[in-house]
């Protein structure tokens, strides 16, 4: 007499070889997609890096004094009575524009925890600087710079002035001839 279909322990093995397939699935998918997590993370903190430096370095071209109160606190005077001021908190760097006594921008990049941001003064030639590193958690490790930005304090204004020099040399010659 035979008999058809499947023994009790052949359908629990195959039970249990499906259920481990699936769980290896489901880690395999949770770790891709706890990479891609942190991917975008990584990429979040690239790009505020990025518009940092780049805001920090036309507000130092567009200034005619920079004042680091600290490493953390650096504040820039513009022509008129325009003040920016940067400055390193915990997880972020606020950044603010005054004229006279009103808040005219206000905005903040914000950094993972373990991030720091360190402003400075070079005095040949007139130079502000700031340096945005991450801390590694390993002991006795230096931290990666992920940017360092050095700008030449009031070159935009440097500029103007030889732009609107040529101009002017060039209307004089048309008015003289």
């Known amino acids: 007499m035979k008999r058809s279909g499947f023994s009790l322990i052949e359908a629990l093995f195959a039970i249990t070889m499906s259920t481990t397939l699936l769980l290896l699935a489901a880690k395999v998918l949770h770790s891709a997609i706890d990479m891609s ?13 990025m518009r940092l430096a780049q805001q920090f370095r036309v507000d130092v071209h567009r200034a005619i004094q920079c004042e ?62 700031m340096t945005i590193a991450e801390l590694l958690p390993f002991r ?18 440097i500029a103007g002035l030889v732009s609107r020099e040529a101009q002017g040399d060039v209307s004089s010659l048309e008015e003289s001839q």
């Open 37 to 49: 997590s942190a991917s975008n993370q990584r990429a979040a903190q690239q790009e505020n890096v």
């Open 140 to 157: 006795g490790e230096l931290p990666r710079i992920d940017r360092q930005v050095e700008a030449v304090l009031g070159r935009a204004l």
């Open 68 to 129: 680091v109160l600290d490493e953390r606190t650096v504040t820039l005077r513009m022509e008129g009575d325009e003040v920016v001021r940067y400055e390193a908190l915990e997880g972020r760097v606020d950044y603010r524009v005054t004229a006279g006594e009103n808040l005219v921008r206000h905005d903040s990049f914000p950094f993972k925890s373990i991030t720091q941001c360190r402003f400075a003064t070079l005095e040949h030639p007139r130079r502000c600087a």
